[in-house]
């Protein structure tokens, strides 16, 4: 029997294994390397890579540079000038602070740093699988180079996960661009294989950089947001919904200047988006949010992509706000039909952004108009030479970006006369052309509206059910339910515990007489997950779904007399443009687009 198995590892194995946590693929090596460029003040970065950057990863700097001293350290593991006492910790204001990325880097892969400080003289330091050899004098530049080549050559089993090349670069390029997004003061040039990829020069607007990086169409389409409450600010770009993605890639937010995920803030951004954005769609977005150092944990992942709010809520509530604000200026409201047009490739690698609604590609159906009467808004792109701008012009009578008067679209229908189509679709003639609405998620919208001021207004009216409704449910749902017993009394649902598996509802609000009460109970309560909300604030939130339970379905013929009505009600909506789960509620296809379509005119 061995005395002594257990042994402390060398500290190449030791960095080696921690490498792993920080340098995953190559986009890793550029985040660590560039974030360290930020800190050293560079007001200049080139990132260079060949084969996707497996072979090599350069960049450039001229920031403060090391000192030969320094460069003797740079490889060494827990060694950094950013970080000096434990109390740092509570109040960094740089991207790094662990001192472990180029003692990472440096023990996967062939590193090399030349760097000279302003007015000194230059030196030069290798490090090769974490074998560090000490610095010399080599020419160089002010500033710093630093070459990372072969990366994982000593760990084999990472270099089998890299992707192409072409993919590897994509990563890296995405990367760049979000920290680029942060630093507008910065030039940036991404050079791959040898060509000049990207090239972000400094000082321009966040506007002209996503307008760069993403394409103009999706710039055009950005509202501003500033927004200050106590110590927290928020500041950025929010996007029309209408380009809103399947996925969350889009969603850019930097935590004090440092790119970084948190679920429930980037929840409390969606929740600001609710009204206008379709189940399963995700916003556009680049928002920094500024608030104490000291408020937030920066060190909670290796790779420092997430962050802890002390206050999360409140951090939560404040980016909240912030875009409601912003899209309640901007008068936002759906356009909702993805017609023709595609969006540009996103110029990041990013995945192509969905169907330009408001589509300009020549032989598409006419794009939806949104506006009756007054000015377009023209949600549409500022810039010139766009093949597409001639066409936005022709249907937006007034300049791109010029504020105008947002109208009810149903102000125009008072006296016209009207056709139900298909059992679901009311179409009239309009002032500006035909207009089409949807009357189900018209009616949904008018439901929820009216149950919504009831709410606010503290006069919910309950329609009482001569024979109550027995519903079964499951243990926890009943319990839930029953907890909830008062708010929802007071939101205008009456339930008892009919014992067992069961409850009996003896009214349910007057505003959704139309459902049966099971539908709206087993609606309530569907989708809700462990965490089950309460109070009355939330349940009013389960009213989205309730609304769309009590509307007229596609398929119920109306009389005109209910048709009328419907309408004289959309006349007073407060967002008359999408129902509560943000579809369209209403189409406008203008006498220039249609003439258009019908080749009328060229
Ligand atoms: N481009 C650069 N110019 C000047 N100094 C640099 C540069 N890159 C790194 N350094 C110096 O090398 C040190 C080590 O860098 P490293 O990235 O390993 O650690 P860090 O940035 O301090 O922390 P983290 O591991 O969180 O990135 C830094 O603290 C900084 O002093
Ligand atoms: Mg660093």
Redesign the pocket.
């Known amino acids: 029997m061995t005395d002594q198995v257990i042994k402390v590892l060398p500290s190449r194995i030791v960095n080696q294994i921690a490498a792993g946590e920080v340098i995953e693929r190559p986009f890793s090596v550029v985040k ?2 560039v ?3 930020l ?2 003040g ?1 007001t200049r970065i080139t990132v260079e890579l060949a084969d996707g950057g497996s072979q090599l990863i350069r960049i450039t ?1 001229d ?4 000192s030969p001293a ?1 460069l003797e350290l ?1 490889f060494v593991s827990h ?5 000096a006492e434990l109390q740092d910790l509570d109040h960094i204001a ?10 990472s880097i440096g023990a996967i892969s062939r590193a090399w740093i030349r ?1 000279c400080q302003p007015g000194g003289e230059g030196y030069e330091v290798r490090c090769e699988g974490g074998e560090i050899e000490s610095p010399r004098p080599a020419a160089c530049p002010p500033g ?1 180079i ?1 070459e990372i080549r072969d990366l994982f050559f000593n760990t084999p089993p990472r270099r089998r996960f890299l992707r192409s090349p072409r993919a590897e670069k994509a990563k890296c390029q995405d990367l760049l661009i979000r920290l680029a997004l942060a630093r507008l003061d910065v030039d940036f040039t991404f050079v791959v294989d040898g060509k000049q990829a990207l090239r972000l020069p400094a000082g321009e607007s966040l506007k002209d950089r996503v307008g760069r990086t993403f394409g103009r169409q999706l710039a055009g389409n950005l509202l501003e947001v500033k927004h200050q409450s106590g110590t927290y600010r928020v500041e950025g770009l929010v996007c029309h919904p209408d380009l809103a993605r399947r996925d969350s890639t889009m969603e850019i937010l930097y935590i004090n200047g440092r790119c970084a995920k948190d679920r429930s803030v980037m929840f409390a951004v969606r929740q600001a988006y609710k009204e206008f954005l379709m189940h399963g769609r995700f916003p556009v977005y680049f928002l920094g949010l500024w608030l104490p150092p000291e408020e937030v944990d920066v060190n909670v992942h290796p790779t ?1 992509s997430e962050v802890r709010f002390v206050q999360q809520r409140f951090a939560g509530g404040v980016l909240h706000e912030a875009v409601r604000r912003a899209l309640q200026a901007g008068d936002i409201k759906s356009a909702g039909l993805a017609v023709g047009g595609e969006m540009p490739k996103a110029r990041s690698g990013l995945p192509d952004l969905p169907a330009d609604l408001f589509g300009r590609s020549e032989g598409a159906p006419p794009r939806p108009a949104q506006w009756v009467g007054g000015h377009p808004k023209a949600p549409v792109s500022g810039g010139s030479g766009d093949s597409g701008d001639q066409e936005v012009a022709e249907t937006s009578p007034t300049t791109p970006g010029s504020a105008g008067v947002l109208v009810n679209p149903f102000a125009a229908l008072r006296e016209r006369t009207f056709l139900q189509v298909m059992n679901l679709y009311l179409v009239f003639e309009g002032d500006d052309g035909i207009v089409v609405v949807d009357q189900h998620a018209l009616h949904e919208r008018v439901l929820y509206e009216r149950f919504r001021n009831q709410h606010d207004q503290r006069e919910t009216r309950v329609q009482g059910l001569l024979v109550p409704e027995v519903i079964d449910l499951s243990a926890s749902d009943k319990q839930w339910l029953l907890e909830s017993k008062d708010d929802l009394a007071a939101e205008g649902f009456l339930i008892e515990d009919f014992g067992g598996q069961s409850i009996s509802v003896t009214g349910i609000p007057a505003v959704l007489g139309r459902a049966r009460p099971k539908d709206l109970v087993e609606t309530f309560i569907a989708g809700v997950g462990d965490q089950r909300p309460s109070g009355r604030e939330a349940i009013v939130e389960r009213f989205h779904s309730m609304a769309c339970r009590a509307a007229v379905m596609s398929g119920d013929r109306l009389v005109d007399e209910e048709i009328k009505a419907l309408l004289q009600e959309a006349l007073t909506l407060e967002h008359p443009h999408n129902c509560p789960h943000g579809r369209p509620t209403v189409l406008t296809f203008s006498g220039p687009q249609l003439e258009r379509y019908f080749k009328r005119r060229v």
């Open positions: 660590e390397l974030e360290n460029s800190d050293a560079a700097d920031g403060v540079g090391f320094d740079a060694a950094t000038s950013k970080l740089s991207l790094g602070f662990r001192g472990e990325a180029l003692a760097s710093s630093l420092k």
